[in-house]
């Protein structure tokens, strides 16, 4: 059985001056029906280069080199440019990085969402328009037949980012990638477009890929996450299990340095040191020059992404002992 998105060894590479940027580096995950899976990492991780290769919109000096991208059971990086067209915006949408800001400037909110509905769909001009102002309904706008009227600039972050959001929804997709949503929003509103994208999520059924540098984010929404490392997944598990298990040491790293789920004092923690050069990268593991467990073999040998328990797997030398495995290292 397939999920709705089964991502086999995608490797993605930028063909830079300096070298082979190797941005994502053989990674394989499912997505499940109605499923929200999180991607968290610190910038630079890949992250957004994995979400334009499902989108297949990597651009040179950028190339995927290697993979498959199965779209409920379709390999996507067989598709024509064409097909992917009809694809991109309907079955499977998503909304960018830093799209408050590409919003056009020059289109009503509502003809923006008109744009796509007119790609996509046979609906007349009029009934596009009333599928508009529907649409700003549902993510909250309120007075959506004025608002659709407006241009970006007279509408607050807030609700221009619900506007992407219901044009990225516009066609009912069947998975929708956010990339970094609520960045640019402070947290009253972060909450507030997360609380709509769960309702979306449930009316429309669809699946939903949720990028993000903030783990304190994908608790509250998602069911399963992947943590990403210099270009490769270093650690999956069920949201629940990973705060409770943690076996990368990166992805402890991570949790110490966000606040309490429950509130309470924010007790800071960076990890120290940097993502590495992803033009060269070390030998072994690409986490060993920052951690604190590293031995011999992690300075040699790259760990491969494994089942540690069900449903739980980690890239890490060290999370395969029995004795880091069997917990009492939280
Ligand atoms: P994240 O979204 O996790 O912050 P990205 O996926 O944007 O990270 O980037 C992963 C790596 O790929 C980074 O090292 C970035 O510099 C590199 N990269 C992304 N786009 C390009 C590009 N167009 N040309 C060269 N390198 C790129
Ligand atoms: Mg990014």
Redesign the pocket.
């Known amino acids: 059985m397939s999920g709705l998105l089964d991502v086999e060894g995608l490797v993605t590479r930028?063909y830079?001056e300096e070298g082979v940027?190797k941005?994502?580096d053989g990674n394989s995950f499912r997505l499940e029906e109605d499923e929200a899976l999180g991607v968290v990492?610190?910038?630079?991780?890949?992250?957004?280069?994995?979400a334009?290769s499902i989108m297949r919109l990597i651009?040179a000096?950028?190339r995927i080199e290697a993979g498959r991208i199965l779209f409920r059971g379709e390999d996507l990086l067989k598709k024509s440019e064409r097909e992917m067209r009809r694809i991109r915006g309907k079955d499977l949408s998503m909304v960018f990085?830093d799209s408050l800001s590409s919003l056009n400037p020059t289109l009503t909110v509502g003809a923006q969402i008109a744009r796509v509905l007119k790609h996509h769909t046979r609906l007349s001009r009029r009934a596009r328009w009333r599928r508009a102002v529907e649409l700003l309904a549902a993510v909250g706008i309120p007075e959506p037949a004025k608002r659709a009227s407006h241009y970006p600039h007279q509408l607050s972050g807030g609700m221009r980012q619900r506007a992407l959001i219901a044009m990225a929804i516009s066609c009912n997709p069947k998975l929708l990638i956010l990339?970094e949503p609520t960045t640019a929003l402070d947290v009253t509103i972060e909450a507030q477009i997360f609380e709509l994208i769960g309702e979306l999520k449930e009316e429309f059924g669809m699946g939903v890929f949720l990028?993000t540098?903030d783990l304190s984010v994908v608790a509250s929404f998602c069911s399963r996450v992947i943590i990403?490392y210099a270009?490769k997944i270093v650690e999956e598990a069920g949201v629940h299990e990973l705060y409770a298990h943690p076996l990368h040491p990166y992805t402890r790293g991570l949790l110490r340095s966000i606040p309490p789920l429950e509130g309470g004092e924010a007790r800071l923690q960076s990890i120290p040191g940097e993502v590495p050069d992803?033009i060269n990268l070390p030998p072994g593991c690409n986490f060993s020059p920052r951690c604190a467990l590293a031995d011999e073999r992690c300075w040699q040998v790259e760990p491969e992404l494994s089942g540690i328990t069900p449903g739980h797997r980690a890239a890490c030398w060290r999370a395969e002992r029995p004795a880091m495995a069997g917990g009492g290292h939280d």
Do not use: R
């Open positions: 930028f830079t940027v941005a994502v990492g610190e910038s630079g991780s890949g992250k957004t280069v994995t334009l651009e000096p950028g990085q990339d990028i540098h990403m270009g992803l």
